[in-house]
């Protein structure tokens, strides 16, 4: 992830080593770990147009309405056939997408970004690349198509920052698995 992100200088990434887990601050044993609600195998576009269980959320509403106009030089499109809660930036055939409400992602081994003090889990296919938030209330994804240079797609999630913060924090927080997990049990 270091070489994806190294040259944007916009980033705010916490060293990492190479397994990486996203846990439950409550958690004090990784119970089990299991991929997010868009397959790994699934093209980031279709498995970001499928609406999720709280698109239809009022955080999702304000959120949609704080969307920039543009995202990695793409202007926003709009009555592209895409739900309310979904927008979309470029070409209809090869769009960065962002989908608000979808199923939040468990416990995982996917890397672990953050952005501006919002946490993403990060997933790549032939199809491009799909940010999840991770710890967020209701949970969003961004995808942003294979055409657009590697190094640059997590400069959308800057370009978003300011839309995502917003939302609800949980308790739920990505840690390295070399860092301390905070114990469950009282001391």
Excluded at 76 to 99: C, F, K, Q, Y
Aim: proline share 9%; net charge negative.
């Amino acid at each position: 992830m270091r070489q994806l992100l190294g040259d944007s200088g916009l980033l705010r990434v916490r060293p990492r080593c190479r397994a990486l887990i996203a846990v439950p601050v409550a958690l004090g044993a990784l119970a089990g770990c299991g991929s997010g609600s868009a397959g790994e195998d699934a093209s980031p576009q279709a498995a970001a147009v499928t609406q999720g269980p709280d698109a239809s959320s009022p955080e999702c509403t304000d959120l949609i309405g704080r969307l920039p106009g543009t995202v990695l030089s793409k202007n926003r499109v709009t009555g592209a056939g895409h739900p309310s809660n979904v927008a979309a930036w470029g070409a209809e055939d090869d769009p960065i997408l962002l989908n608000c409400g979808v199923a939040p992602t468990g416990p995982t081994t996917d890397e672990c970004i953050e952005v501006n003090d919002v946490s993403w889990v990060f997933r790549e296919n032939a199809e491009g690349y799909t940010f999840l938030t991770y710890g967020r209330d209701p949970a969003v994804t961004v995808t942003v198509p294979v055409s657009v240079d590697r190094t640059q797609a997590p400069s959308a999630l800057v370009e978003l920052n300011d839309a995502v913060a917003p939302l609800e924090q949980t308790e739920r927080r990505c840690y390295d698995l070399a860092d301390t997990v905070p114990s469950a049990s009282p001391s």
